[in-house]
Each structure stands twice: as C-alpha cells, then as structure tokens.
C-alpha cells in the first residue's frame, strides 16, 4: 500500500465509524442506559472485589456471568457449525446465504461471552497462566474448553475475515483467506464437538450436588446434542428478527430465500430435538429416576422436557409440514427457554438442590449480563450495517476468478510460443 | 473417491498431531506415582472434646481472624474466606459429638484435576495445596469439590482460595500440623495414612463396643488424606455417606480419553463425507448439463 492508499483506506474507515441510520431509538436509549450502568458496576467489581457485585455464596460459586452469559449463551453460538457443516461439508447450497450472518453471530458470541468470563474470573490478570504453558493442567475440563473457545475464535474469525476483506476491498488477502475456509470449517467442526460437549464435562465431578434427574454421565452427550437445536432455534429468530431490522441491508435474493431457509431449518431443528428427547429419556430410564418423577423436582423437569423440548418438536415438525413460518418462531423461541431452562437447571437450580434457601442473583448481576448481550448486538448491527454480510458482495470478488484462469490461459500461450520457438531453433 | 498424495498428506498430518497430542494427554491423566507414603490426620471424634483449640491455633499461625462463635448443636459452622477449619457439634444417638470440618486432602482430589492452572495441587507428600501465584480465580475446584472444602474471598480484588494446606511448610521442615501439635485432647494424630488406618482399626478391635466398625475416609472418594473414626454413623455426624468409592476424577476421564479420538477420527469422517459430497454434486452437474 502507498501512502495515498493509506489515507485512502483512513478516511474510508474514520467515514465508516459514524454511525449509520437513526440515533435515538428506543433500543439505542435502553442499550446505552444499562451499558453504561454495567461499566460503573465493572469499575466497582474491580476494585472492591466480586463479592461487592455479585450475590456472594460459597455452595454456588458460579453466578450468572458463567452460568448465563457462558455456559448458556455458548449453546447458542452452535448454530455456527452446523450450518458451516450444512453448506461447506454436504454442499447444502440452499443454506449458503445464512452463513455469514451465522458465523458473525457466534465469533461475536465466542468474543463476548468469553469476555464475560474474564469479568467473572477472580483473578483476572493470570489468564495468561494456562496459555502460556507455565502451567497446563491438562486433566481439566476446563482447560480442554478454554483451548478451544481461543482456537473457534480463530478459526471463526478466518471464516469470517473475506466479508471483512470485500468491505474493505482487500483483494489479495479476501482470496488467502478464502481459500483457508474448508480446512478451518474442519478443524472449527471438530472444536466446536469438544467444547459444547465439555461445557456440559464441567459439572461431571459435580456428582453429588447435581439432582439425579440432571445429572448422568452423558451430559456431554446431551449438551451437544441439544446445541444444535439451540443455535439453530438462535439463527431462526435472529433471521426473523433480520428480516424486520436490517431490511434495508439486505440483498433481493437474500430476502427471497427466508422463507424457504426457516422452512428447512425447522425440519432439522425438529430431528435433533427428538433425537435429544430421545437421549434424554434413555438417560432417564438408564438412571432408573422413576422415584424422582413424583416430587416437585420431577414436575419441574416434566415441564423442561415435555414443554420445551417433546412441544417444540411437535410444533417444528407441524409447522413444517404446513410451511407455516409463525409456527417455527414460536417453535424456535420455546426451544431457547428450554435450553436456557436446561444450562440453568444443571449449573445453578438443581445445583446443590438440597439447600434450604434459593439464592438469586443481585440486580447488578443481571444489569452486567444484559449489558453484554446489548454490546455484542451493537456490535452485530455495526457490521451487519457496513459489511456484506446479507447484502450482495462486490462485484470484484469473481473478476479475481476471471484473472486468474485468463493468466493461466496466457501461460499456456507462452509455453505454446516457446515450444514453437524451440522447434524453429531445432530446425 | 480418489485420494491423492495431497489428501493423503493431509490426513496423515491430522492423524500424525493429535496422536502427539494424544499421547501428552494420557501422560497427564495417569498421575505420576511417587514412592513417597501420603501423610494423613487420624480424627477420632470420640475423643475430640470441643474446645476449638484447632481452630484457634490454626487461625494464629497463618495470620487469620479469630472466630467469634463456637459449636452447637443444629448450628452448622463451615470454614470460609477467613477460616480453614471448623468444628461442629451434632446431637447423635450418643449424645453430643464433635466432628471437623475441613479439607480431606483425598488421595486423588477432584479440585487439583478441574484446576486448569495446576493452582491446586496434590504434592507427593499427601497434602493439596493451592499456589497464589498460578490461580486465576476460575473457581472450578469449589464446583468438583465433593465436600465443598475450597472457599472464595468475595470481598477482596485480589482474591484467593482459602482451604487447609496440612501445613504443608511445617510438613517440609518435619514439624507436625499445628492442629495436631496442638489438640489438647489427643483426638488428632499425624502420620503415614497407611499406618493411620492400621492404628484406627486397631482402635476399633480394641474397643470394639465405643466404636462405629468403619473408617470414613478409608475408601469415600477413593480414600482421603484426613480419615475420621466416631462412635455413631458418620451420617449423625453430618459426613455424606452417599459420595461413592470412585476416585472424582475418574468421572472426567471417559468424556478427556475421547477427546484425543473425536480429534482424530472427526476431521477424517468430515474431510471423507465432503470428498464424498462434492463427487455427487458434480456427478449431479454432469447429468444436468448433459
């Protein structure tokens, strides 16, 4: 790059920055509000200590800052793999057009709620610990996870890097990253198995504080399966909800596709919530908790497993057979409080269930939890607004191909030219 | 489905990593051996009479608030943030019986193998200990605790894990803990865990009428470094009966074995069913175009 690019490239990015469309609305005020409420929250967390923020309680070391915002907004982010899975693996082109949106969401999830993390994390600065390689505690689940939230990131943010590249017109680099796209969809597939099902591996030694009708040793099982069903419940909401916001930025053919995308996405949704009811009800008979069934704690799981995850599935599997879009929302908004239901089942209600009182979190919690959820979509919209993500991408990005096999065309030509030269020179 | 050099190479890449990758993992599950005897505490409640001098010397050395508040029966106390030890008085069927509360230093501690920074440690000597300068505050050993021994100081910005270590330091320089040093009524006793449950049963041979015919600890979460002996059921006693013989970590260990194998074996079943997929959709193309 020259230093005319340079300014160039300055001056379309400081142009960029400003906001586009209308300032006060009221997401904007109420975003704003409880963002700027969480950082005086943070500031105090920091200085005073954690218990200064949150409900401090030694039986329940885990608040909603990891239990929500992690273990729970992580399931969410899986819709990434398997659409990734769907188009780059099976070749599944129907599904092309949602992958950026997808992908975006979840690297934007992975960054945020990993950042959630950091603020939950008593010290802090020595995060560095376990990355570094001074101390590797290899047998730690939780050391297994952390490896592959930063490796997902990675390989997120590479999948993610040629919609960066077309909105800043960066021809070479679009073109080096795309072609990293199906080695890294692998490689993120494989994480993404590892980690949804090692969230889950956390509570595992948990044993004896997690009620029987949530603990098995197959929650890794029923953690990743059931994350499917989430991210994808997560991608039909936020498509609807795209649809509406962002209409705008989006593409003609984009739009047209909706339709038949939530369609098709409800039909898989449905499939992978029966196989995760199925599991369920095998975990349950295998662990032989017919006693529990008839206690509050049994009506209680009924309702997670009956009204969230066997009612979805119906709903899913009707809505699809009468291609009735308002059905799958429905469906896929239940599914999303049954996953929700479920992460907070295992990791805070039925977690020492045997304890005489409930703790709630405190309001600043739950202030710090929203907050964050509110920036990752600020930031989802700041791209959405500004990068090809629904819109069409440039027109440049297939000129490249036409280069390309037009300098193959003129290599061949030399080579032809030589050989004639040679056979002149032999003669 | 053709597979050339380049796939191949690939392959053998992938395969060739993780099997490294796999190998350091199973070195690590495997705990290193050491010929070196856990050191243990023999609890003998039926002697133990109450007067917190455990508390209060264990307080002292390591610089903590003494507590205000003493054994009673119904009152449960716990060690925390500012305390490592705890004495609680149960009404049993034999009337009432003082039981500790504190770190069990088990033989194979579920806190040391969720501690992603080996900040929590069990040290070849017996004793588990936790390291300020390796923990990141992640709170991950008080969710695997069985007996929910770590406690997180919640008012501090810089804060740390308190859990009894066995005077670990005084271990080194060959003293005794300073509760054991210390127990006025001889109901703590240092040394060799082995030779400590050979001196307990030898207790309850003697005195066959006095004692609970078992040793919690012996073989509850794979055997602790703390093991108790009492006159009633441990449950009286508020010690969890139903915790299981099966060392914690072992919970982990099928879900940490396949990590290395869906490492391996995904990547090629992924890279296999896109080679598949591509040849059906180009054979479809053909068909279309022709």
Redo the contacts between chains.
Sequence with gaps: MNREQQIGFFKFFTNELKPKGKIITPFNVISLITILVAIVILVIRFSKGLGSVVHPSQDRPWGLWINFNVITGVAFAGGAYVVTFMVYILGLEKYRPIVRATVLYALLAYMFYAGALLLDLGRPWKVINPIIGNSFGLSSVLFLVAWHFILYMGSLFIEFFPTVAEWATLKRQRRFFSSLTLGVVIFGIALSTLHQSGLGALFLMAKPKIHPLWYSEFIPILFFISSIAAGLSLVIVLESIGQRVFKTNMSVSYKSSHSRILISLARICSISLFVYFFMALLVFLHGKNLEHLNTPWGYWYLVEIIGFVLLPCIIFLSAYRRQNLQMIRIAAVLTIIGIILNRLNISTIAYQWYADSLEFPTWMEVVVSIAVIMVQLLVFRWIVRRMPVYKESPSWINDKKQDKSFSIKNKSLTLNNRREKWKVSAE | MGVDRRNFLKTLGVVGSTLTMAK??GA??SDVKSDVEFDGILFDSTLCIGCQNCEIVCADHYGLPQQEDFPEPGKKR?P??TSRIAMNCYETSKGEMYMRDACNHCNEP?CA???????MLKTDEGPVIWRE????????C???C?F?VP?????????IIQKCRMCFELLQEGQKPVCVENCPAEALLFGKRRDLIEIANARIYADPENYNHAIYGEHEVGGTGIIYLASVPFEELGL?N???TVP??E??K???YS?PA??IL??AF??G??NA??E??TKKQIEEES
């Excluded at chain 2, 300068?133 to 991950?140: A, D, Q, V």
């Design positions: 350091s993992f690590s599950a716990e925390n943030a579920a193998s969720a501690c992603l920074t080996k900040a300068e390796k923990c990141m505050g992640c709170r991950s008080m969710i695997s069985p929910d406690k997180f100081d919640y008012d501090s910005p810089n804060p969890r139903d915790l299981g914690y970590p919970y982990n099928t879900f940490l990590v869906v490492l995904w990547p992924l890279l069913l896109y997929a591509k059906r959709l």
